[in-house]
Nanobody, 124 residues
Framework: QVQLVESGGGLVQAGGSLRLSCAAS????????MGWFRQGPGKEREFVAS????????YYADSVKGRFTISRDYAKNTVYLQMNSLKAEDTAVYYC?????????????????WGQGTQVTVSS
């Protein structure tokens, strides 16, 4: 079993930055694809970014491309989401997900493991 714990959320002004962390425990996730999803108020959960386990190819939703960066630290068993130039529409609960596969599975809901989420609020 893998446990995922997100942290780093909070309240930030538009244009600001936050870095989210997703710490995995229970086993190493070095051979897992990892991803970030978010669910804004009154919205469905959506894909934000993902990273393969090797090579570390990354993928982004169009809405965050150029502003967000996903990365991973194998030694710390942690995945990060650096969020810059934040906008009010980025306000959401951000969730970390993991799949024991090379690529993150397609779709929003069918993933092997999920974190509990961390709230990001961007004030305009």
């Amino acid at each position: 079993q893998v446990q995922l714990v997100e942290s780093g959320g909070g309240l930030v002004q538009a244009g600001g930055s936050l870095r989210l962390s997703c710490a995995a425990s229970g086993r190493t996730v070095s051979d897992y694809a990892m991803g970030w999803f978010r669910q804004g108020p009154g919205k469905e959960r959506e894909f934000v970014a993902s990273i393969n386990y090797s090579p570390r190819s990354t993928y982004y939703a169009d809405s965050v491309k150029g502003r967000f960066t996903i990365s991973r630290d194998y030694a710390k068993n942690t995945v990060y989401l650096q969020m810059n130039s934040l906008k009010a529409e980025d306000t959401a609960v951000y969730y970390c997900a993991a799949d024991q596969s090379f690529l993150l599975k397609p779709g929003v809901n069918d993933h092997d493991y999920w974190g509990q989420g961390t709230q990001v609020t961007v004030s305009s």
